[in-house]
């Protein structure tokens, strides 16, 4: 099996208007990707944020969970909690990502826009075919990663979609859903 | 198709100790299961509280982004909020569904810890043969659907599972997931 990692981005993001901009950590996400994340097996969750103030408030989250309250009122959150790393930018976390599995890995780039991309059968195949690759989803906040990153990424996923045309979900539940399709238990 | 409808649940629900209690409703979980519903073509998403002071503030969270400074901050948020209907219990929800379309909906319990139970392909199934039923996902808060739920559901359905043991999502993703499985355009 490729190992998998997680990346949540929060520069460069966009705005509701286009703009390039850098988004606010909410402490929801780091809960709700850190389950989905420990749930499909992904090795690392890295919260990405350029402003050391921002990851010091993630650091703080985390402490309450890992260390404080939090650690006994619910283990199983720590559990998945463990799995995040706070990290500067991009680089970093694919350095880390390389150190904890000894490969670089591959680049995908999330979008609720794109229209082609990889789809998540052929992804899937190669992440269970276990080729001497990993493969870091990149999952943008905001209103979704920049065009910048998708200039980096060696690989585009399809977008999600559903019966109709409305796709506006939010990076919580996408991030699950998208885990869900790569490394689900189909029944 | 078969009609589909979506219960989030606020008691009887299940603490970390397995007592039945009332949670409080999370507005972060109004705003992604409204959004994972109108992706997936869900006719309506009933957020269920018997206290009037809790289904209030969901009231107030809705103005907010149906009338408020929100309408004009994103639209496609207010679209997906305009599928949530506050109800005391599980009784006026089933009824306002069935009042919506024409048909009494079965029940359906989901939990984390359920084993066995409906597949998700036969679910998927049983909705596209579109056969003169609908359906209501029931979604646990807390630690999960009180017992008392699964006596009066009609269908159980399977647990979700990644490649390990742990399945500990938040029921923002898992109401994602479970969405995705039955109603997801596959590709």
Do not use: K
Request: charged share 20%; glycine share 10%; aromatic share 8%.
């Amino acid at each position: 099996m490729a190992a998998l990692f997680v990346a949540l981005i929060h520069h460069p993001v966009l705005d509701r208007n286009g703009r390039v901009v850098t988004s606010a950590i909410t402490s929801l996400d780091l809960h709700d990707i850190a389950r989905a994340s420990h749930t499909y097996g992904v090795r690392a969750f890295f919260v990405v944020h350029p402003v050391a103030e921002q990851r010091n408030f993630a650091g703080r989250v985390l402490d309450h969970w890992r260390l404080g309250y939090g650690r006994e009122y619910d283990s199983r959150r720590r559990e998945a909690l463990d799995l995040i790393e706070v990290v500067t930018g991009l680089d970093e976390a694919v350095v880390a990502a390389e150190r904890a599995c000894g490969q670089r890995p591959l680049l995908v780039y999330t979008s609720a826009r794109a229209s082609g991309g990889t789809s998540y059968e052929s992804l899937r195949a190669r992440i269970e075919a276990g080729e001497s690759t990993a493969f870091l989803l990149m999952f943008g906040t905001g209103f979704g990663l920049a065009p910048a990153l998708l200039e980096r990424a060696d690989l585009r996923l399809a977008s999600i979609q559903g019966p109709g045309e409305y796709n506006h979900l939010s990076v919580r539940a996408a991030a699950g859903i998208i885990l869900d399709r790569l490394r689900g238990h189909r029944l």
